[in-house]
């Protein structure tokens, strides 16, 4: 991926080069937009806020995905059977008195322990074969959801209890608004975080070339492990926020479907990017409703009764689904975080900015 | 212990592991000739059965008719996902090229569904006889012409890639792009070729199947079996995509018998070969007949 510093832009210190907001601008743009967001029930209607909840919740899980693919390398085909996990386990610790607010954390602890257990062989595992070994776990995982009726509640689902802090309840969508913002906040930090660190440079050296990374002293089944667990963690906490939104956790919505939606996000918003990944998860929550929108601009007319637009929306939906990975990877490799940077520094470097 | 259950199930599972292995070996003629790992290979067989189907119950046509103009249909389909999709993406990371194909699987999967419903539709009746014997044992007849088609699939290819002169190109390319290249076989074309014979005969494959079972989206499954079947026989091996396939047939269907005799955990038949998949993989990282890649930098 190409550099977009300007000429002339050297940075002389290693904390410069290491600093989440190059530039003071940067850091008060995205406090300015946290603000925005703070505001967003003022303006919203429910529907929309609801829209942002799941923009939300799948931009952790799917930061979660983006450590170990777009970070670390790995492959992962069974994302949303972890997703899933959280779900169930975080209702499963509400059902054991835990409250709500710990219980999200416990989940996504959890799920990092079972992520551990299949990230285990996954350490030997490369490209093509770790993507078969997690597509396993991802039938294994809904085979055992919905089997295991003491942890999921089996084919019926479970129910579970809104969020509850010092006696405030959280059920609506206005105020749970700003518990999923506060952790997708908490856990985008913490990404940005690790991949400053010892550790986060660890799994980009594993990324880029894993034999020299080797050979510099990194251990490679202890960091694709543990990137592993981290992703678990992160779909874990994203799966337990869906879990207390819905109120009700049941197997069908953790399919295979979901998971490439997972990869989806990722390989939209950008791999190997911390906002990619949030840009990713907004692109694939508005995509249906694009793909809704449009059908009702059509419906009534003569192509809608041709096509049947309005009874089969829900397929039409995966096509886009599945066209909109194709077109991505074949015209934009790198993500929305790449066009992003393009049009900053097309404004920047205006009019030279060849 | 019923033995003529038993061996019921064995002979079914290698009727359903001939057809496991014939699309196996497709995915892997795919895999050793472009390097790309094709999770679509489910559609091949689910866009061909549908277009035969469509053939035949749509304008009449006989079935031999339709049944070659599916394969023509599939030839053209096969090239065309080569030049459009995957093409662009040679010399791009193996997830970006296992990203594309995963989308083509969800896009087309969407598309049939769109088009035909979701709901499983019977082929015309093809043969006459309902039932023969055979050993004893009462099997459909379509299971026996299943057999005979995938045995003849396999002859072929044996014959295509030891006798002919595009076969060994094939291997060629598979050995080595850039030697290929410099002996004048062109490497595109080759490419283009194998994604055309690995979508002929998967739906081929898929015919057979919608004639047994009828055509439902239930077909795609087929392309995620070839997964455990691969693993066991090695993604390299043709022969061993046919032995896994086998393999993996008589081992869903043991694993259903063994579940409903004492187990009673409810769907083996399709996750047991996942689990064996787990277990091979932690034994043996590359396949049970895979060869390792020795690593230089």
Redesign the interface.
């Known amino acids: 991926m190409t550099s977009m510093t300007p000429a002339g832009d050297f940075r002389s210190s290693y904390r410069a080069d290491t600093t989440i907001f190059p530039t003071r601008g940067s850091r008060f743009a995205m406090l300015a937009g946290l603000a925005l967001l703070c505001a967003a029930p003022l303006v919203f209607g429910r529907y929309e806020l609801g829209l942002l909840i799941a923009i939300g919740y799948s931009a952790i899980a799917a930061l979660g995905l983006n450590i170990l ?1 777009g970070f670390t ?1 790995q ?1 992962s ?1 069974g994302h949303a059977a972890f997703f899933g996990f959280g779900a169930f386990a975080s209702a499963l610790l509400v059902e054991w008195h835990v409250p709500v607010p710990l219980a999200i954390w416990g989940a996504g602890i959890m799920t990092a322990l079972v992520g551990l257990v299949f990230g285990a ?1 996954a350490a ?2 490369k ?3 770790l ?3 997690t ?3 991802q ?2 995982l809904e ?1 055992f959801f ?2 295991a009726r003491w942890f999921s509640g089996g084919v019926a689902g479970r129910v579970t209890e809104p969020y509850e802090l010092f006696g405030f309840r959280f059920d609506r969508e206005e105020t749970y608004f700003y518990i999923v913002l506060a952790h997708v906040v908490v856990l985008f930090v913490a990404a940005a975080n690790l991949m400053r660190t010892r550790d986060g440079r660890a799994l980009v050296a594993v990324r880029d070339h894993y ?2 990374a080797e ?1 510099m002293g990194i251990n490679l089944a202890y960091y694709r492990t543990l990137s592993f667990g981290i992703a678990s963690f992160y779909a874990g906490v994203g799966g337990a926020l869906y879990a207390h939104y819905l109120l009700f956790v049941s197997v069908e919505a953790f399919n295979i ?1 979901y998971s ?1 939606q997972f ?2 996000m990722i ?1 939209i918003g950008g ?1 190997g990017s911390v906002m990619g990944s949030l840009m990713g998860a907004a692109f694939m929550v508005l995509l249906p409703e694009i793909v809704q929108s449009g059908a009702d601009l059509l419906a009534g007319g003569a192509i809608d009764r041709v096509l ?1 637009l309005g009874a ?1 929306i829900s ?5 886009a ?6 077109l991505f ?2 015209f934009e ?1 790198d993500g929305l975080v790449h066009r992003w940077k393009m049009i900053k520094a097309y404004w920047k470097l205006y009019p030279f900015s060849h | 212990m019923e033995w003529t259950l038993l061996f019921q199930l064995v002979l079914n599972g290698l009727v359903v592991g001939a057809l496991y292995g014939v699309v196996a070996m497709s995915f892997v003629l795919i895999y050793k000739a472009s390097q790309v790992v094709n999770f679509a290979q489910g559609e091949f067989l689910l866009v061909g059965a549908w277009a035969c189907w469509w053939l035949l119950t749509n304008w009449q046509l006989p079935f031999w008719a339709g049944f070659l103009l599916t394969l023509a249909f599939m030839t053209v389909f096969g090239v065309l996902l080569q030049i459009i999709v995957l093409r662009p993406l040679i010399g791009e990371p193996v997830i970006s090229v296992i990203m594309a194909t995963v989308g083509l699987s969800i896009f087309f999967q969407a598309l049939v569904k769109w088009m035909f419903g979701v709901f499983a539709q019977p082929f015309p009746p093809i043969f006459s006889v309902e039932r023969v014997s055979l050993l004893g044992l009462e099997v459909q007849s379509v299971y026996v012409a299943s057999l005979g088609v995938s045995a003849f699939i396999m002859l072929g290819f044996w014959w295509f890639f030891t006798y002919s002169k595009h076969g060994l190109a094939m291997r060629a390319t598979a050995f080595d792009q850039q030697v290929a290249q410099s002996l004048g076989v062109s490497v595109p074309r080759v490419f283009a070729m194998s994604w055309a014979i690995s979508a002929v005969v998967s739906a081929v494959a898929g015919v057979v199947v919608g004639v047994v079972n009828g055509v439902s989206s239930a077909l795609s499954f087929y392309g995620i079996k070839v997964f455990p079947a691969v693993i066991v026989g090695g993604l390299d091996s043709i022969v061993g995509a046919v032995l896994g396939g086998l393999i993996v047939g008589v081992l869903e269907n043991v694993a259903q018998y063994v579940d409903a005799q004492w187990l009673n955990w409810g769907n083996m038949y399709q996750i047991a070969p996942f689990y064996a998949l787990i277990l091979i993989l932690l034994i043996k990282p590359y396949g049970l007949f895979g060869t390792r890649n020795i690593e230089r930098v």
């Open positions: 693919v390398g492959i085909i062989p030997r595992l490209g093509l074969y993507a078969i070994a597509l396993a776990a039938f294994i085979d919905a089997r034999l020299s050979m479907l490439i990869l989806a390989i791999l049947r089969s397929f039409l939906r995966e096509m689904i599945g066209a909109a990975i194709i990877l074949i490799p």
